[in-house]
């Protein structure tokens, strides 16, 4: 239970309104989309910049922890709350401060939804290019913490590069600007991009200055089916090795197609479709069919069983019903989905997935991978009965060596999930112990008594 003194002087702090510490409120903010959970102490709920400053200062003063969260949706126990912490949601700072169409940018509260800004910016011709799977209802504070990214990443880049300054409290209560307004700037250290996929673990962002960029005019699809994994991965290599740069290449494995077969969504695919390509190709109308020619030609090759292309929107709708229905129809596989999204070298992407399925069958597991094969970062979901502790076990060993794998074909533990709770056990491996302790020491600057999101991102 939280100290009285402490409850005291939050509500003091953001009024009793903003602060709940009832065991109902505590418990519907004990977890995220991972299966633990941990009920916080309390639940507090700041409105303005000035809310999460005095909260802060709070916080340092009786050495309490606190666990920022945006909507929940993340996959690696980000906001799961440490042990006698409270959590701080930002689902009530939801204001857009500021939209300068003219300059492209717009000014954001951490718990504005992703595809607002977005919606927002294609009111005047602009779009925020970052698009999440859960950009519908995740907020933007939570994709500021992970660094998220999406399909268009293998284009656009990640929500890092959209970043132009931040607005932030620190461990000690401290109130931070960071970057500037404009696109060029190189004055000082660069602590926005520091801040960007920390995972909380250094400061609470407040607003976020984002930058926005004219809307493509047009947008063409490509689905192609293969015989196989290996196929289908060796057709993404020959894709990113030509000049046209796809604004998305999505991958779904032998086993995401066998996932969809029972809800219809495979019934179109020709027979001996083992492993699936979705492409997109965006720009002036004029220039689409080149780009679109240019891509098929690179993806041309063994195994390659059917084409097809799109150009009007119901026809791009109908080639993507395949990955779109993949989320539901996987969840029918098991109750627990260990979702991990993994990047190894494009390059790597055929011998990375082979050893995925080596894995599925020696441990006798469902696993089901699919992503953004453009940036080699694979989905790879590990389907189990939690209940069943020899699956589990089988489970965990299997992500393990998985994980392992990754990093000696020269990967990361992850590409926009982040690290939280569920892989800080892996960090070590993949940071040497120099580096770990210089973020280590960063970490203690902005936050000398660990009082920001611990638990999370560095081993014990």
Same mark, same amino acid.
């Given at each position: 239970m939280l100290p009285a003194p402490a409850l005291a002087a939050f509500r003091a702090a953001l009024g009793a309104d903003r602060v709940f510490d009832e065991a109902a409120a505590c418990e519907a903010y004990a977890c995220d989309e991972t299966p633990r959970r941990v009920v916080p102490d309390a639940v507090l709920f700041?409105?303005?910049?000035?809310? +999460?400053?005095?909260?802060?200062?709070?916080a340092f003063e009786h050495r309490v922890a606190l666990t920022p969260r945006g909507a929940g949706s993340g996959n690696v126990?980000?906001?799961?709350?440490?042990? !006698?912490?409270?959590?701080?949601?930002? /689902?009530?700072?939801?204001? +857009? @401060?500021?939209?300068d169409p003219a300059n492209r940018l717009i000014v954001v509260e951490p718990g504005v939804v992703t595809d607002e800004i977005d919606r927002i910016a294609r009111s005047a011709g602009l779009?925020?290019?970052?698009?999440? !799977?859960?950009?519908?209802? =995740?907020?933007?504070g939570g994709n500021l913490a992970m660094n998220a990214g999406g399909p268009r990443a293998v284009k656009y880049?990640?929500?890092? $590069?959209?970043?132009?300054?931040?607005?932030a409290v620190t461990g000690r209560g /401290?109130?931070?600007?960071?970057?500037?307004?404009?696109?060029?700037?190189?004055? !000082?250290?660069?602590?926005?991009?520091?801040?960007?996929?920390?995972?909380?673990? &250094?400061?609470?962002?407040?607003?976020?200055?984002?930058? &926005? @960029?004219?809307?493509? /005019?047009?947008?063409?699809?490509?689905?192609? =089916?293969?015989?196989?994994n290996r196929d289908a991965l060796d057709a993404v290599s020959r894709v990113m090795r030509q000049a046209v740069v796809p604004s998305a290449l999505e991958f779904m494995d032998r086993r995401a197609i066998d996932a969809i077969r029972p809800t219809g969504a495979a019934d179109d695919l020709p027979p001996g479709t083992r492993a699936l390509l979705m492409v997109e190709a965006d720009g002036a109308p004029e220039d689409l069919p080149r780009q679109?020619?240019?891509?098929?030609q690179a993806l041309a090759g063994a195994g390659l069983l059917e084409t097809k292309s799109g150009f009007a929107r119901d026809d791009i709708a109908r080639l993507w019903t395949a990955r779109r229905s993949l989320s539901h129809a996987v969840k029918r596989i098991a109750p627990l989905k260990i979702n991990e999204d993994i990047v190894v070298p494009v390059s790597q992407l055929a011998e990375f997935v082979d050893f995925i399925d080596h894995m599925?069958?020696?441990?006798?597991?469902? +696993? +089901?991978?699919?992503g953004h094969a453009g940036n080699g970062n694979l989905h790879v979901n590990l389907m189990v009965h939690p209940d069943d502790a020899d699956e589990m076990e089988r489970a965990h060993l299997a992500l393990d060596a998985i994980l392992l794998r990754a990093l000696a074909l020269g990967g990361t533990l992850s590409g926009e999930h982040g690290i939280g709770t569920e892989k800080r056990r892996f960090i070590d491996r993949e940071i040497e112990p120099a580096t770990l302790e210089l973020m280590r020491a960063i970490k203690r600057q902005f936050?000398?008594? !660990?009082?920001?999101?611990?638990?999370?991102?560095?081993? $014990?």
């Open positions: 700041p409105a303005s910049h000035a809310d +999460v400053a005095a909260l802060a200062r709070v126990g980000g906001a799961l709350p440490s042990p !006698g912490s409270v959590v701080v949601s930002f /689902e009530c700072m939801r204001r +857009v @401060l500021e939209f779009f925020y290019p970052p698009d999440p !799977g859960s950009s519908a209802y =995740c907020r933007i880049g990640v929500t890092r $590069d959209y970043v132009l300054g931040l607005r /401290e109130e931070i600007r960071t970057g500037c307004r404009t696109t060029k700037g190189v004055t !000082g250290y660069d602590l926005t991009r520091l801040l960007v996929g920390s995972g909380g673990t &250094l400061a609470l962002i407040t607003e976020a200055t984002l930058k &926005l @960029l004219p809307a493509p /005019e047009a947008v063409a699809t490509l689905r192609l =089916c293969f015989a196989s679109i020619a240019a891509l098929e599925a069958d020696t441990h006798r597991l469902a +696993v +089901v991978s699919f936050d000398p008594h !660990g009082l920001m999101n611990p638990g999370k991102l560095f081993p $014990d």
